[in-house]
């Protein structure tokens, strides 16, 4: 059974850093494109960052750019998301994702496996 599980979520004060993980479980994502989304209450799941198999292309939002690195580990099945620079507009369930088809994409629709999501809070 194929499970992501997000981890680092919490409460930081605006300015701080977070460091999320997403670990998989039930089979191998190396070569599948993992991203991260995230979403408030009432709103469309947002795109963060994608990052394919290798880690050697990556795609991020422009709200993001420049403040999130995300990073994977593939003999560890386990994906990453460094966020610096925090503002309390980044306050939302951060979600990780694995579209099977290796491409770069944006829309959480393509995306056909998600964890339970991990909650960042950011306090201005």
């Known amino acids: 059974q194929v499970q992501l599980v997000e981890s680092g979520g919490g409460l930081v004060q605006a300015g701080g850093s977070l460091r999320l993980a997403c670990a998989a479980s039930?089979?191998?994502?190396?070569?599948?494109?993992m991203g991260w989304f995230r979403q408030v209450p009432g709103k469309e799941r947002e795109f963060v960052a994608a990052?394919?198999?290798?880690?050697?292309?990556?795609l991020y939002a422009d709200s993001v750019k420049g403040r999130f690195t995300i990073s994977r580990d593939n003999a560890k099945n386990t994906l990453y998301l460094q966020m610096n620079s925090l503002k309390p507009e980044d306050t939302a369930n951060y979600y990780c994702?694995?579209?099977?088809?290796?491409?770069?994409?944006?829309?959480?629709?393509?995306?056909?496996?998600w964890g339970q999501g991990t909650q960042v809070t950011v306090s201005s």
């Open positions: 990052i394919d198999w290798s880690g050697s292309s990556n």
């Open positions: 039930g089979r191998t994502f190396r070569w599948d494109t």
């Open positions: 994702a694995v579209d099977t088809s290796a491409r770069l994409r944006t829309t959480y629709t393509e995306y056909e496996y």
